[in-house]
């Protein structure tokens, strides 16, 4: 808490010391500082059958700020810091259905402060830049749209979060730039922990977030490829590759580890439609050696230990319409306006949502297929935007499990999410 405090101190002390100096010696449009950012805030109501004594809940999802600093044509400093769930690590939460044979309920901290990126660009040619440092891994459609005017439900895409990390962010460098209308990445950083691995999240928290410091003896291979038609139409591919095995806490297995995700994605939001999708498939290897290693871990970790699939599957499309275009002008000026008009800058899209996800696709060995944690959901809600920077959203969702019991899980949510 105090080492946060600090740095929180001191970064904003050269935001204001940025300012300061800035202020006079340069226009808005030559000024090398500037921040941005956003925040997503949202109620939550469950009706879930496997747990019906589920508790209404508000979450502070996330605050991001975002100061970047040009100190020339070339080079440019960039960062992130996310406050995650209003808090700093002093709040809990509970999680009562990942076990390891039986139900037990583990506590585990909340709140979170983040450097999510913190890196220098050095831009070159269109074709060919470099970026340094700690960076956001590029992988899936979340990586590179997670602000909230980008998905419909006031939390991300399920089928997305529940298998691979988002935002996912790692150190290491990455060369990147664009040939006409195709845009590539390439890096290489620091691997996953494979003791975070479970039956629910697959990969998601082998995200090397516990210590201070990440092990990085096994590096990891990431590309993306997207094709742009324009600046609102996009298909993409995007893949990572590592072993996970050297990374853990202690040099305790004997055995690779690797890890390979693959990601089909693609968004068209033109005028009144939208429309947004995502393929993406893991495997991993020796899931059924992994998981009976961890099944031995110290409770000192703070992890699962639970089975771990050898492969994930999951996808999902939604589509999205603003029927407010029916009640607009097609040209929006003061000579046709009547009172039926609505201005352009407002929007309310009427949206469904498909998910499907199964974190335990395949098994190795003598792994226990949970059905629970194959699901899918439809999801339906209205996203209302009274300004392209502010979004007010609700939505709900009826989610199914594959077991035959007490397999669903509704949800009512509501929120809103604006960036700067």
């Known amino acids: 808490m105090r080492k946060q405090l600090i740095f929180l101190a001191v970064w904003g002390m050269c935001i204001l010391v940025g300012a300061i100096f800035n202020r006079d010696t340069a226009t808005a449009e030559s000024n090398p500082f500037s921040v941005s950012g956003y925040g997503i805030i949202h109620y939550s109501h469950f009706d879930w059958?496997?747990?019906?004594?589920?508790?209404?809940?508000?979450?502070?999802?996330?605050?991001?700020?975002?100061?970047?600093?040009?100190?020339?044509?070339?080079?440019?400093?960039?960062?992130?810091?996310?406050?995650?769930?209003?808090g700093t690590g002093s709040t809990m939460e509970f999680d009562k259905f990942e076990e390891f044979g039986e139900f037990e309920t583990e506590i585990e901290k909340g709140g979170e402060v983040i450097v999510e990126k913190l890196a220098a660009v050095f831009s070159f040619q269109p074709p060919f830049n470099l970026r340094v440092g700690h960076i956001i891994v590029p992988v899936g459609l979340v990586a590179k749209r997670h602000r909230p005017q980008h998905y419909f439900t006031t939390t991300r895409p399920e089928a997305e979060a529940h298998i691979i990390p988002t935002i996912w962010h790692e150190t290491g460098v990455e060369i990147f730039g664009s040939l006409g209308?195709?845009?590539?990445?390439?890096?290489?950083?620091?691997?996953?922990?494979?003791?975070?691995?479970?039956?629910?999240?697959?990969?998601?928290?082998?995200?090397?977030?516990?210590?201070?410091?990440?092990?990085?003896?096994?590096?990891?291979?990431?590309?993306?490829?997207?094709?742009?038609?324009?600046?609102?139409?996009?298909?993409?591919?995007?893949?990572?590759?590592?072993?996970?095995?050297?990374?853990?806490?202690?040099?305790?297995?004997?055995?690779?580890?690797?890890?390979?995700?693959?990601?089909?994605?693609?968004?068209?939001?033109?005028?009144?439609?939208?429309?947004?999708?995502?393929?993406?498939?893991?495997?991993?290897?020796?899931?059924?050696?992994?998981?009976?290693?961890?099944?031995?871990?110290?409770?000192?970790?703070?992890?699962?230990?639970?089975?771990?699939?050898?492969?994930?599957?999951?996808?999902?499309?939604?589509?999205?319409?603003?029927?407010?275009?029916?009640?607009?002008?097609?040209?929006?000026?003061?000579?046709?306006?009547?009172?039926?008009?609505?201005?352009?800058?407002?929007?309310?899209?009427?949206?469904?949502?498909?998910?499907?996800?199964?974190?335990?696709?395949?098994?190795?060995?003598?792994?226990?297929?949970?059905?629970?944690?194959?699901?899918?959901?439809?999801?339906?809600?209205?996203?209302?935007?009274i300004h392209p920077k502010m979004v007010f959203k609700s939505h709900y969702s009826l989610r199914r499990l594959a077991t035959k019991e007490k397999n669903k899980e509704n949800t009512f949510a509501f929120g809103f999410g604006f960036q700067y």
Do not use: C
Not at 309 to 315: K, N, P, V
Not at 326 to 355: C, M
């Open 49 to 86: 059958e496997l747990d019906p004594g589920r508790r209404a809940a508000i979450d502070i999802e996330r605050f991001v700020i975002a100061p970047k600093y040009r100190i020339n044509d070339t080079v440019r400093l960039e960062s992130e810091l996310e406050f995650e769930h209003g």
């Open 181 to 385: 209308s195709l845009n590539y990445q390439a890096q290489i950083i620091n691997g996953l922990d494979s003791t975070g691995f479970s039956s629910r999240h697959w990969i998601v928290r082998g995200h090397q977030l516990r210590f201070e410091t990440a092990n990085a003896e096994a590096p990891a291979f990431v590309g993306r490829l997207d094709y742009a038609f324009n600046e609102n139409a996009t298909i993409g591919i995007s893949g990572y590759f590592g072993d996970t095995a050297a990374n853990r806490p202690k040099p305790d297995v004997d055995f690779d580890a690797h890890v390979g995700i693959v990601s089909l994605h693609g968004f068209y939001e033109m005028n009144a439609v939208k429309v947004r999708g995502l393929f993406l498939w893991g495997m991993l290897e020796n899931a059924d050696l992994l998981s009976q290693k961890n099944r031995t871990l110290s409770n000192n970790l703070n992890v699962k230990r639970t089975p771990i699939g050898s492969s994930a599957l999951g996808w999902y499309i939604e589509a999205g319409y603003d029927i407010l275009s029916f009640f607009r002008q097609p040209n929006n000026s003061v000579e046709n306006a009547d009172l039926t008009d609505v201005p352009s800058d407002k929007t309310l899209d009427i949206f469904a949502r498909y998910d499907f996800y199964d974190t335990m696709a395949s098994v190795e060995g003598i792994i226990f297929d949970n059905p629970r944690w194959e699901r899918n959901t439809w999801t339906f809600g209205i996203n209302y935007h």
